[in-house]
């Protein structure tokens, strides 16, 4: 049964109005890639699909993704994502998981 929480502390928490989204993301490089194709490859994602829409990026060919600062990402963030990573060559494979919350396991108290 969910607790009465007061609404600074569910801001606080970052849970029920106040909760954020975010999502996965794993995708595999080609491995003939060189040193320097790789290193403007990760220039370029950070720059072009994260950097742009405002987002943060943690990990590295396994990742996620949320909103930098407060905030959320949405369902056009991930496609986004998706469709940048889709259209590079040196990407094999990608996958870009479901909306989920960025703060909380489905198992903590603290979710509503």
Known sequence: MP???S???RK????GEFQEFGFDVSFQLRPSLTEVETEQFWDAFLLEAIETDGLAFGGGTEGFVTAWGRGSTTDTHRERVRAWLSSRPEIESVSVGALIDAWHQPHDEHVI
């Open 3 to 5: 607790r009465h929480r």
């Open 12 to 15: 606080k928490l970052r849970i």
């Open 7 to 9: 609404r600074r502390l």
